[in-house]
């Protein structure tokens, strides 16, 4: 019985230990090379994926957020909320990215995207938009968001 205890203890161990290299290596080395094209892709990696962590480290501290066409929300918990909606579809998101357009450490960035999951009373929901999302990069090398604007080129 000890023998299947220490077992499981050390299969959780590296269980844990590779998922928290993974979100440590994403969230610290792999930003700093990333292009806003990339942060874009990256958006989509972390809503099918359910990594809420990974997606606020893309936020500037007082960065806005349009949750929807017409509203805005400026502070990190409602940037989370927003994000977590998103997540709570169970769906996938696919983005395109169409335009970048760079000057110095700012890119506007344009894109197409849908998404197709199911809402909170279980019926299935289909969304899609062009966005258009505000990026600086930051004194590391890497970027992130200033204004993220899903519903935003109409």
Same mark, same amino acid.
């Given at each position: 019985? #000890?023998?299947?205890?220490?077992? @499981?203890?050390?299969?959780?161990? +590296?269980?844990?230990?590779?998922? *928290?290299?993974? =979100?440590?290596?994403?969230? =610290? *080395? ?21 990594? +809420?962590?990974?997606?606020? #480290? *893309? ?12 509203? +805005? $929300? ?18 996938? @998101? ?5 335009? $970048? *357009? ?5 890119? @506007?960035? #344009? ?23 505000? +990026? ?19």
């Amino acid at each position: 019985m #000890t023998l299947i205890c220490n077992c @499981l203890l050390v299969d959780s161990w +590296l269980f844990f230990s590779d998922k *928290l290299k993974t =979100n440590y290596y994403k969230k =610290n *080395l792999m930003s700093k090379k990333m292009t806003p094209r990339d942060v874009l892709n990256s958006v989509v990696e972390g809503i099918n994926s359910g990594d +809420l962590d990974s997606l606020m #480290t *893309l936020y500037e501290a007082d960065a806005c957020f349009a949750p929807q066409p017409g509203q +805005l $929300v400026n502070n990190p918990e409602s940037i989370r909320q927003c994000l977590r909606n998103f997540i709570d579809l169970k769906g996938k @998101l696919d983005l395109k990215v169409k335009r $970048v *357009l760079q000057a110095s450490d700012l890119a @506007l960035v #344009t894109t197409e995207w849908s998404c197709s999951g199911t809402g909170p009373d279980g019926n299935p929901v289909d969304m899609y938009s062009k966005s258009t999302d505000v +990026l600086r990069q930051q004194s590391d090398g890497s970027w992130k968001f200033v204004i993220d604007n899903p519903w935003g080129t109409d």
